[in-house]
């Protein structure tokens, strides 16, 4: 399914749509929050984050701008920000109290602003720059918080290679970008 | 030095790019999980598939459109019997619950107002609304969230909520008295609900025991209100002198 033909899909059957965009991209979603969360969140709060992502994507949807981006990548950028939010305020507040959705946050709208861009610009730069198999296990390392073992498992490589190559291209990022690299 | 996350920084167009070729997998219960808590955020219905849940669901729907038709019939067949001047009889169709329950969504969306309206009629009343009340329960007052239970405990004769949630939330002070004598301490996330809904609901004993088994007098709830500021949006006259004796400030 294309991204035109979800979001007509969402259009057309709310239920439908959003069940599919979940199914398409909950394992997407709930990786990149979890990885974030991992600090301070439960399960209970990475699943409530991402189905907050997906409630902000259905009730963003007129905002997306399919020239400046897929679906997937628009729901990635969304679980990034919801999350270090998310995170924030479970920081801030350890006492189990639920945390409420903010139902003005609009992360699905197309910034632009120029400064933004051209960070965004940057730093996916520097991760090309690092080079395959590195820019791989960075992204799957600290986007998705996935274990070396994993990684390794899949890219045929040991353990050890991919401690080492990901603690060498997190060295090289910090160069690239300046300052400390966080998850 | 100051700490980056690089991939905060990355914009829907760059980030395309990077997560494109991901293709991981999902534990189809956590999936389950997004899908549940997503709808029910969005008040949306979902078109699940048949599970034992629905089948029992759709015998008691169905149980319970032969009652209204056997109603009817009976009816019709008084009617029939009876004199020419008498008074009609009508028969009430049956209201349905919609395919998105009308409750959950006002629930979810704090509309405290529309809850009220809607409780009046039973038929939305379903074995999830007090779920959803609790799950939200810091987007609605605390009345209607003891009304919600008190139409679920009518309806069904039982909540499933913890039994000192349900009695605080249904303002048992003497149920709660025993129950909070017969614990050793306190301090879980369902006896600071308690606390809270005793402040609302209850009377000053229960308060003074809950203090006394462990819960810290200025504990706040969701909104941020200490059991003083609940009893004095409840008229909780007796409530707000226990606090005001207990050093809280006006």
Known sequence: MTDEELIELIKESPSKGLEKTIELYSALVFRIVSATLVPAGTNEDAQ????????????????????????????????KHHAISVLRK???????????????????????????????????????????????????????????????????MTHEAVMKRSSRAKKKLKELLGGVLCG | MAKINPFAELNAEDMSVLVEKYDGKIDPKQLEAIKEKT?????????????????????????????????AVITLSVIRNKPKTAAPTTVVPSSSVSDTNPLITAISKGDDKLIGSLLENSVFV??????????????????????????????????????????????????????????ESLGSLNDK????????????????????????????????????????????????????NMGMQN
């Open chain 2, 39 to 71: 709808f029910c955020k969005a008040g949306l219905e979902r078109k699940k598939s048949f599970s034992s849940i629905k089948v029992i669901r759709i015998a008691i729907a169905a149980a319970a459109v032969f009652v209204v038709v056997l109603s």
């Open chain 1, 48 to 79: 409530e984050c991402a189905s907050d992502v997906f409630i902000l994507f259905y009730r963003n949807i007129e905002s997306l701008d399919l020239n400046k981006g897929t679906v997937k990548g628009y729901l990635a950028v969304a679980a």
């Open chain 2, 126 to 183: 379903n074995e999830d609304v007090l779920n959803y009340a609790m799950k939200y329960r810091n987007l609605l007052s605390y009345r209607s969230i003891s009304n919600i239970t008190k139409a679920v405990k009518e309806k069904f004769g039982m909540t499933g909520l913890d039994p000192l949630v349900e009695n605080a939330v249904l303002g048992n002070s003497a149920e709660v008295v025993r129950l909070l004598q017969s614990k």
């Open chain 1, 90 to 156: 479970l920081k801030a507040r350890s006492n189990g109290n639920i945390i409420s959705l903010d139902e003005n946050e609009n992360l699905f709208s197309v910034s632009e602003d120029i400064e933004k861009n051209e960070r965004s610009r940057i730093v996916k730069q520097a991760i090309e720059a690092l080079g395959e198999p590195d820019s791989t296990i960075v992204v799957r390392r600290y986007l998705f918080g996935e274990t070396a073992k994993e990684i390794a498992k899949d890219l045929k």
């Open chain 2, 193 to 244: 609900i308690a606390y809270f809904f005793s402040a609302a609901f209850c009377s000053g004993d229960t308060l003074r025991l809950f203090n006394e088994k462990g819960i810290e007098i200025g504990t706040t709830d969701t909104n941020g209100d200490t059991i003083y500021e609940i009893a004095k949006k409840y008229g909780n006259t007796e409530n707000q002198k226990y606090a005001l």
